[in-house]
């Protein structure tokens, strides 16, 4: 083998980072204020206006987000709250942090979604939440979710950690929700490093949320450190340090500035492995529901039984040819933090069907068409078609 010939790894994913995000950072090194203060206070105004959100709260991350959701919201020992054991297991651990309890339920298989269905048969007498997943950025049919929380008074949460820039009905997803929390891993649409944000347009909400990120402090850090006499700041319950910093933030500034492109070729991207993969057998797509458009945060195509190997099979071909692809979507069900507590656990047929047989393929901003074609081949070669 020449040198050549080795070929450069395809990661699953890469921020989309460069010069701006740099200098953005150096100004806030400048100005000696790292911690909260101005930047974040920006991009929660332009993140809400992104959403469409009436109030945007930033923190560390979206788990924070998602716990300061449950408490706002009122959750707590003795509530059930609905859940999906198909997400990232910080879905679940929220409501455990409460000392709720969560109630796994099961999804669509062609969405990876939640729905009314699935949601109904999961509710208890208890159940005063349920928690609704934007899985991979494919955006949750909320309407009829919505008519059913109401009828029976639950709050719903959308956990759309995975979603910024994904549409339900033409809208933001996330403005249907009572709360809604997002996340800026470098794994999701758009990065601060870790960091996370909360909107609602319920302002007592945001109201409370805002203090409790900050130690339920009544006088907020900045507005402290703005005066040369601090005035005493009263500590109105037991509050959190959830806070992101404007070195974060200034970040946040400039890749939500990049939104739209980065969704835009990621859909690009997610049609070209379409149409480069329709013609085999025994593969099934991500792809948008009829009621909304997906960011592809995660572009997951399910193994079926008539392809020529299993899910392992082609993650071991895949990580043979240098590329990086992930097994899909988590059960948390069946983690050990979760498998001996009581979870309800009723029928999660499609989720186990899911979490074992779909994989997620990599999609990034700069990921070219000499890269896709690789993984295109390596698949063709595994279904035994000619390259
Ligand atoms: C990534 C993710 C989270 C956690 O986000 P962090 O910002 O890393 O805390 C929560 N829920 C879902 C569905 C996720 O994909």
């Not at 509530?79 to 796994?104: E, H, K, M, Q």
């Not at 033409?170 to 009572?178: I, S």
């Not at 945060?297 to 392992?312: A, C, I, N, Y």
């Not at 068409?369 to 081949?377: H, I, P």
Request: proline residues 4%.
């Amino acid at each position: 083998m020449t040198a050549e010939t080795v070929l450069a790894r395809i990661n699953v994913m890469k921020p989309w980072l460069g010069e701006e995000e740099a200098s953005a950072l150096a100004e806030v090194v400048a100005s000696g204020w790292v911690a909260q203060g101005p930047k974040v206070k920006q991009f929660e105004a332009d993140f809400s206006a992104a959403q469409g959100a009436r109030h945007a709260i930033a923190t560390s991350s979206c788990t924070t987000a998602l716990h300061l959701a449950l408490v706002v919201a009122g959750i707590g020992a003795g509530d059930d709250v609905v859940v999906p054991s198909l997400s990232f297991i910080a879905t679940a651990n929220a409501v455990t942090y409460v000392g709720a309890r969560p109630v796994f339920c099961d999804v669509d298989p062609a969405t990876g979604n939640v729905t009314a269905e699935t949601i109904r048969a999961a509710l208890t007498l208890d159940t005063r939440a349920v928690i609704v997943v934007d899985q991979g950025g494919v955006p949750v049919d909320l309407d009829p979710i919505r008519e059913l929380c109401d009828r029976h008074e639950i709050t719903i949460i959308e956990d759309a950690a995975c979603a910024v820039g994904s549409q339900y009905r033409g809208r933001p997803v996330g403005t249907g929700a009572d709360v809604t929390v997002w996340s800026f891993h470098p794994r999701k649409i758009i990065t601060t490093g870790e960091g996370g944000m909360l909107t609602t347009q319920r302002a007592d909400w945001a109201a409370r949320a805002r203090t409790l990120r900050e130690h339920s402090m009544s006088v907020s850090a900045t507005d402290r450190h703005g005066s040369v006499l601090a005035p005493a700041e009263v500590y109105l319950e037991i509050g959190y340090n959830y806070r992101m910093t404007d070195l974060q933030a200034a970040v946040g500034i400039v890749q939500l500035g990049r939104l739209a492109r980065i969704v835009e070729r990621r859909r690009e991207i997610a049609a070209q492995y379409v149409a480069g993969l329709r013609g085999l057998r025994g593969l099934r797509f991500a792809a948008d529901p009829p009621y909304g458009t997906t960011n592809f945060q995660s572009f997951w195509l399910e193994v079926l039984p008539g392809f020529r190997t299993d899910r392992e099979g082609l993650l071991a071909r895949l990580a043979d040819a240098g590329i990086s692809a992930r097994r899909g979507i988590m059960a948390a069900h069946r983690q050990p933090a979760y498998r001996w507590r009581d979870t309800g656990n009723a029928g999660l047929q499609n989720t186990e069907r899911m979490t074992d047989r779909t994989l997620i393929l990599p999609v990034f901003h700069e990921l070219d068409d000499a890269g896709m074609e690789r993984v295109m081949e390596c698949i063709r070669a595994a279904a035994g078609a000619r390259t």
